[in-house]
């Protein structure tokens, strides 16, 4: 699962305990600060470590170095320890800390820098997270430190004062600080040693009452909605109260704290005036101290309803070409719109269909033919019914120019898997051609009762989850197996068209021994390992059976690949099962800390893989095995600091990938037998747009959310590039640790070669991924993106990862290569060359069919916020074009018509933010 920085999915808001030291010290502008401890001679409270990823050396009961008490030593070491970070912050992301911004003014702390320290000026201290304040320098806090000797800089304890306001904060809340350990370029390796004491968080009171602004008043085009935004300036809860001659109704919100506020003021009656009274409450430390509260009045008058039809411009046609025009109108309130139109002698009528309201309207009409006369009629309605007609009437050129070129070489052609059309959930939508039984639950999945281990997404607790979340009936909770079987069958449901199965096989050591008592397992007693969990053996070595004893202290991986084999797999024949070794083993210590708090190794991890590999393939000879399943770059790279994997070790075993290739063709020649049949990674992506937000997903303290503005959205629509294309570098960390002239990530040709040069043979697959934007248009757009990049690249196998709630729009996107008729219409099995002239703006993947003569199929992806002519050379095969499009707010394809196609090139209109699929044949 997502795992970088760690937040699990699941982060609910706790009660706060708190302590108060009073001491006297000023800020200015402040009255004497009181103080919060987090840290003295151990953490208070709801604080801990919090790295990430974790540091070789973190101890946080050391000896104070020349002082009494307690201090956090930590100590950066070697190579992998560079873009670490030492971290304070939740020692449970399930009850963590939150402090707000308008009583803590001040983070402070004691410092000793150690006498072996390298490269101290390399600590950034970061609040919260990358990108949500200034980032300073650990040493510009320490003043005069440039002007210091050796002899004054080590050896001394110096007090850390960190002015949040000086930060400039983005956010009004926080429950992390850390000290990250960046490299400068100077090939000198940044190993700064030091000691951390008496940290804590320097408050005041806030007396002052929040101000409040009436940031807009949105009227519903029906007149009975009204749509409020209140701004604060600091965070707040709210109520408001409204009504016509009282404040009869009420709305609130006592437990999301933010500076902006929506409210939605319903039920209303047009032609009346509602008043409201907006109350803000802000927060405070004291739980005995009564919130400072604002209250604004006002009113709003709402205009009766229209019982007139609409006025209506007369409909102007613009940009005529040989293919398109863009028809243009305004009406005098919000319409909605269609308009049907037919080629002059021609028989299929055409339509264009706005939902929304809006009084100004370009509309782009494209699919037509040059030198061609379309009549039709333009129908607008207002929300209240009313109706107002007009004929329309436009003649096209006879020829069309062409913003963006795309060649295509259908001699140039490689088959497109099966597989990469896969998700990790909404099994059975017929969308989905390959599913994944997989994340962070299957790790300690213990297949005879169905008990599984939460790890930290969920107080690493044992309990009965997995059939719980998939619907398993509750009387077959401890059928053995039953969690895979019954997803499985939801994969291979008759509703839809998978083909295939990627069952997860624990090979950490231990799987969950029973569901319960809830809770982290670690407070049953030091023995947890021995009492709720089993311990996993490779081979039982007696008789299989398919209902095992649950009764032993084992859970033998043979017999359970003997039950997929004889149990699941007949029950789905022509599909395929296939097995991932585990997840995300390079992270294993920090998603299931009580049965493994350490790092792996190269050795370890892949002993186990061979090992697990060689049970899987004698139990079940035609199995296709995917690993090592990394979790992301540094995963890939240094298995995130395998302690056999940095500094001098690093030097001589190298790249993990590498390492594991290698490895694992040891092991065929040592086995007689291919043991690893796909290299399977993780790909989450880093990227961020100009002013540092992440293109994907991010924890924002409550939930898994993403950011739709447009620079995040016109970073997203490029994020996919990395995937494939070596002119392409984003703005993340990990261009900065690629040599320089490799600095475009470029994944899948670059793990490609490494498979050529280390396991020629090996297949490659990318069973997690997201770009974000779920619940927007650039979500779909930039999946869409992946989904032609797989298989022009030759992927494998590949499965989307749902991050936030349902995701339509990345539904969608599957949607547009497999059912986009909304029956069984498909992307062709062959794919064919298409080089785009500016992949900046489009991309085209092109494929043929290989069970259907003459029939070609193009998802053509407008990723500009201008429509483009697109111009398709080459084209395979002639007869009639039909086109299905996604773009808006439409989250199912929507056919759009049919146009003739007589010739080898055909020119498209695609609208901004687009994805078009076209159908010739």
């Given at each position: 699962m997502y795992?970088?920085?760690?937040?699990?999915?699941?982060?609910p808001l706790a009660r706060l305990c708190l302590w108060f030291w009073l001491l006297v010290a000023t800020l200015p502008g402040h009255a004497a600060l009181g103080y919060i401890p987090v840290y003295d001679?151990?953490?208070?409270?709801?604080?801990?470590?919090?790295?990430w990823p974790p540091v070789a050396v973190t101890d946080p009961n050391a000896q104070a170095p020349g002082r009494s008490g307690k201090a956090i030593e930590v100590r950066f070491s070697g190579q992998g320890n560079l873009w670490k970070a030492f971290g304070i912050g939740p020692a449970d992301w399930n009850n963590p800390p939150v402090y707000y911004l308008n009583e803590v003014r001040t983070i402070e702390f004691d410092v000793y820098i150690a006498a072996d320290s390298v490269k101290t000026e390399n600590l950034q201290f970061i609040f919260e997270d990358g990108g949500y304040a200034d980032m300073h320098r650990l040493v510009d806090f320490i003043p005069g430190w440039a002007d210091m000797t050796a002899d004054q800089r080590f050896g001394h304890w110096f007090h850390i004062r960190v002015n949040l306001a000086q930060l400039h904060p983005k956010i009004f809340r926080f429950s992390r600080f850390v000290l990250w350990n960046?490299?400068?370029?100077?090939?000198?390796?940044?190993?700064?040693?030091?000691y951390v004491a008496a940290v804590k968080l320097g408050w005041t009171p806030d007396t002052k009452p929040p101000v409040i602004k009436l940031g807009s008043a949105t009227l519903s085009s029906t007149y009975d909605q009204l749509a409020l935004v209140f701004k604060t300036n600091e965070a707040t809860l709210y109520r408001l109260e409204y009504g016509v001659n009282d404040y009869s109704h009420q709305v609130q919100d006592l437990q999301n704290w933010g500076t902006a506020h929506k409210v939605n003021l319903t039920g209303l009656t047009p032609g009346t005036t509602v008043r409201y009274r907006f109350t803000a409450l802000d927060h405070r430390i004291d739980p005995q101290a009564t919130p400072n509260q604002s209250v604004l009045e006002g009113n709003y008058v709402l205009p009766p309803a229209p019982t007139t039809p609409p006025t209506l411009s007369t409909p102007t046609a613009t940009g005529v070409e040989g293919h398109k025009i863009t028809l243009k109108w305004t009406t005098d309130r919000p319409c909605t719109a269609e308009l049907s139109f037919q080629k002059q002698g021609g028989a299929e009528t055409l339509r264009r269909t706005l939902t929304d309201f809006a009084t100004a309207r370009s509309l782009l009409i494209d699919l037509l033919e040059p030198s061609a006369a379309y009549t039709g009629t333009l129908k607008v309605t207002d929300h209240f019914g009313n109706q107002a007609s007009s004929a329309v009437a436009f003649t096209t050129k006879a020829g069309s120019s062409v913003d963006v070129g795309v060649t295509l070489n259908p001699a140039n052609r490689k088959p497109i898997s099966p597989y990469i059309y896969g998700s990790n959930q909404n099994h059975g939508a017929p969308q989905y051609t390959f599913g994944r039984l997989g994340g962070n639950?299957?790790?300690?999945?213990?297949?005879?009762?169905?008990?599984?281990?939460?790890?930290?997404?969920?107080?690493?607790?044992?309990?009965?989850?997995?059939?719980?979340?998939?619907?398993v009936p509750a009387n077959q909770y401890n059928v053995p197996g039953r969690a895979v079987s019954y997803e499985v069958d939801k994969v291979f449901a008759a509703t839809g068209h998978a083909e295939a199965v990627l069952v997860t096989v624990p090979i950490l050591g231990y799987v969950a021994a029973d569901k319960g008592p809830g809770g982290d397992v670690a407070d049953s007693g030091p023995n947890y390992l021995q009492t709720r969990f089993k311990q996993v053996d490779l081979e039982k070595n007696a008789p299989f059976t398919t209902m095992p004893d649950t009764a032993d202290p084992f859970v033998f991986t043979d017999e359970y690949i003997n039950w997929i084999k004889t149990v699941v797999k007949p029950a789905h024949p022509g599909k395929q099962v296939f097995y991932s070794l585990d997840n995300e083993p390079d992270i294993w210590f920090a998603s299931h800390p009580r049965i493994e708090p350490?790092?792996?190794?190269?050795?370890?991890?892949?002993?186990?893989?061979?090992?697990?590999?060689?049970?899987?393939?004698?139990?079940?000879?035609?199995?296709?095995?995917?690993g090592f399943v990394s979790y992301g770059w540094y995963g890939f790279t240094y298995l995130q600091g395998a302690p056999d994997g940095g500094g001098s070790d690093h030097a001589s075993k190298g790249d993990f990938t590498e390492y594991y290739l290698d490895r694992m063709r040891q092991a065929e020649t040592t086995a007689g037998k291919r043991l690893v049949d796909v290299l399977d990674l993780h790909f989450y992506t880093e990227a961020k747009s100009a002013g540092g937000s992440p293109v994907g997903y991010y924890w924002d303290g409550s939930q898994m959310a993403t950011l739709n503005t447009p620079e995040v959205v016109a970073a997203r629509l490029q994020a996919t590039r990395s995937l494939w294309d070596a002119g392409y570098v984003e703005n993340s960390w990990i261009p900065g640790v690629l040599p320089e002239g490799d600095k475009a990530i470029r994944l899948i040709p670059r793990m490609?070669?490494?498979?050529?040069?280390?396991?020629p043979g090996t297949k490659f697959a990318i069973t997690e991924y997201n770009y974000g934007g779920g619940n927007h248009i650039s979500g779909a757009l930039a999946e869409a993106d992946a989904l032609g990049i797989f298989g022009q690249q030759g992927v494998f196998a590949a499965t989307r990862w749902q991050m936030g709630g349902t995701e339509p729009f990345i539904e969608a996107a599957f949607l547009m290569y497999r059912s986009f008729d909304g029956k069984a219409a498909n992307f062709g099995d062959i794919a064919l060359d298409a080089q785009s002239a500016d992949v900046t703006k489009v991309s085209v993947y092109a494929s043929v069919d290989s069970s259907v003569a003459g029939r070609s199929v193009f998802v053509a992806i407008n990723r500009s916020d201008?429509?483009?002519?697109?111009?398709?050379?080459?084209?395979?095969?002639?007869?009639?074009a039909r086109v299905y499009r996604l773009a808006g707010t439409a989250t199912t394809p929507v056919y759009m018509g049919s146009v003739p196609v007589t010739k080898t090139q055909l020119v498209v209109a695609l609208p901004p933010m687009s994805v078009s699929t076209l159908e010739i044949r």
């Open positions: 795992a970088r920085p760690w937040p699990p999915k699941i982060w001679s151990g953490f208070v409270g709801q604080w801990g470590i919090n790295n960046i490299d400068d370029g100077t090939g000198i390796v940044s190993e700064p040693h030091f639950r299957w790790t300690a999945y213990n297949w005879e009762n169905n008990a599984s281990n939460a790890g930290v997404d969920y107080l690493n607790e044992n309990d009965d989850y997995l059939p719980w979340v998939e619907g350490h790092q792996e190794s190269y050795d370890s991890l892949c002993q186990k893989n061979q090992a697990a590999a060689e049970t899987i393939k004698t139990v079940d000879p035609n199995a296709m095995v995917f490609k070669a490494k498979i050529d040069a280390h396991y201008k429509a483009q002519d697109v111009g398709l050379q080459g084209l395979p095969n002639q007869g009639t």
